[in-house]
């Protein structure tokens, strides 16, 4: 298997995690996700055995990551884990490996995908793991280096709710999903009823005090205006077009779906993420 995988080279056989198949995956079926390439377990095994190894194939790296950024016309990439045992239905692993947001130029890239690997020794993942009767010794982990969408909004969407198995639930925040992955603000609420011929929306609007942004090779915390906190960070159409997406990725998976999104700069929806839904995951109600 390469060590470097450009998207079309990926299917179910590749040496790479759940996420990024299940991603690619959907790029293949024509679901807009962030353009990007995969390192695969095979680096982290060689990394593990030496160290030196990524910097060994730097120059390989630079190659894909300058290729990225001409197609998508600008440089700052997300460099995301993708490992053996995350995102199935035993175990989601959500929020125990590294993620680096808006990283920018090819020495950043190459430390945080070092950043990435080294993370795998942390004890909370292996307790995390050994709790649901995971060996420790299945854990491997490819990486994804995306192109960085700059987002107006983002959030998360569970296609039934996790608990009712019912509703749709989609949840937002301005700027980046971090705010709301992480529970650190409470956002915008929006439960959707299916049942009816129509669907009915309800809107609880969170209080959003701050949001996370792209800043120069960072990521910032920005405070929420007290008016943009008022307002919905959704419009009816933007809603709409979640609900079809939801109802769409639930579709082709066969199963309810949770995932994350966001609504970049020129108004359009990428999928960053779509997993199933894990019994237990907490939700802002």
Not at 3 to 20: F, L, P, Q, R, T
Not at 216 to 237: A, P
């Amino acid at each position: 298997m390469p060590d470097i995988m450009a998207y079309e080279e990926v299917n179910e056989s590749s040496s790479c995690g759940a996420k990024a198949k299940s991603l690619i995956h959907l790029g293949k079926n024509h679901f807009n996700i962030p353009d990007g390439f995969v390192l695969s377990y095979d680096v982290f095994e060689k990394y593990k055995a030496d160290h030196a190894y990524v910097d060994v194939i730097s120059n390989e790296i630079h190659d894909s990551y300058k290729d990225l950024s001409k197609r998508s016309g600008h440089s700052a990439v997300a460099v995301r884990s993708s490992a053996s045992v995350e995102d199935s239905n035993q175990a989601s692993f959500a929020g125990l490996f590294e993620t680096f947001l808006n990283v920018d130029g090819i020495d950043h890239v190459i430390h945080c995908v070092k950043k990435c690997f080294d993370a795998l020794d942390a004890k909370v993942l292996y307790d995390y793991a050994q709790k649901r009767n995971i060996d420790k010794r299945q854990l491997r982990l490819s990486l994804i280096i995306q192109s960085m969408i700059k987002p107006l909004c983002s959030g998360v969407m569970f296609t039934k709710h996790p608990y009712r198995n019912d509703n749709m639930v989609i949840e937002s925040n301005l700027g980046l999903a971090q705010s709301v992955v992480s529970g650190a603000v409470v956002p915008d609420y929006y439960e959707i009823d299916l049942g009816a011929d129509e669907y009915h929306i309800t809107s609880k609007i969170g209080t959003k005090e701050f949001s996370f942004s792209v800043g120069s090779n960072e990521v910032v915390e920005q405070q929420v205006s007290k008016e943009k906190q008022s307002k919905s960070s959704l419009t009816r159409e933007n809603l709409e077009q979640l609900i079809a997406l939801g109802t769409e990725l639930e579709h082709h998976f066969g199963q309810p779906q949770d995932i994350e999104w966001t609504l970049s700069e020129d108004n359009t929806i990428v999928v960053l993420q779509s997993r199933p839904i894990t019994i237990g995951k907490a939700m802002v109600l």
